[in-house]
């Protein structure tokens, strides 16, 4: 089993519309959680952290359920330049180092 | 802040020779990471440095692949001899200690015919 497991998608949907995104690991001592954006041809960065309480920047939600070691993210009034790949990531669990998922990928259409 | 800096940004070498990648982290990032990416396997750890020393490498595939870091400020990734199959794109990431949040470079572009 993967340490972090991502539906690849695509995701085609049209803009305006609601999105969202799962993922599970696999480590119950996993501490903290992240998801990362990657656009075509370029290198992965930081979107936003997850926090146990959820949090949310913009149209952007992110949430963690311990339990069932799962995140989300959801993207909401979705834009064309949401078009990318979003990564699950996951850190420690016995290594001080970041575990990525093979991320989903997400088309927006007009 | 120029950012994590990786050159050369593509590569196309034959089977069996000797690659070179090469990474300058951020300045005062104390963590530099090595990943290869690829459609198959997603983005792989293939080893990463704290204070330039070697902490994890369980991610090096095998021996043709080494890594150094003589300095804070510099390392590098050799493949010898190259394979067809270690075509793929290899990200250098610095962090400091203080954060999880990972700086990733942009990245070279490796092809071996």
């Known amino acids: 089993r993967k340490e972090v497991e991502q539906d690849p998608g695509p995701f085609n949907v049209p803009e305006g519309a609601t999105v969202a995104f799962n993922c599970t690991y696999s480590?119950?001592?996993?501490?903290?959680f992240f998801w990362y954006r990657q656009d075509c041809r370029k290198e992965p960065k930081l979107l936003m952290s997850v926090y146990s309480s959820g949090n949310e920047d913009g149209r952007f939600t992110a949430q963690l359920n311990r339990a069932s070691q799962y995140i989300s993210l959801l993207i909401r009034d979705s834009k064309l330049s949401d078009s990318a790949t979003y990564l699950c990531v996951v850190f420690g669990g016995g290594g001080n180092k970041l575990t990525f998922g093979t991320g989903t990928q997400l088309k927006v259409e007009l | 802040d120029a950012g994590v800096i990786q050159s050369p940004r593509h590569e196309v070498t034959e089977m069996g020779q000797e690659v070179t990648l090469r990474c300058k982290p951020i300045s005062g990032h104390n963590s530099l990471f090595w990943y290869r990416q690829t459609m198959m396997r997603g983005l792989e750890l293939l080893i990463y440095f704290n204070n330039n020393v070697p902490i994890d490498d369980s991610g090096m595939p095998e021996d043709r692949f080494s890594a150094k870091m003589p300095n804070a400020s510099f390392s590098t990734l050799k493949i010898q001899p190259s394979e067809p199959r270690d075509s793929a794109v290899y990200f250098c990431?610095?962090?400091?200690?203080?954060?999880?949040?990972?700086?990733f470079g942009p990245g070279t572009r490796l092809t071996v015919t």
């Open positions: 990431a610095s962090r400091p200690d203080s954060s999880y949040e990972q700086y």
């Open positions: 480590n119950s001592a996993s501490q903290s």
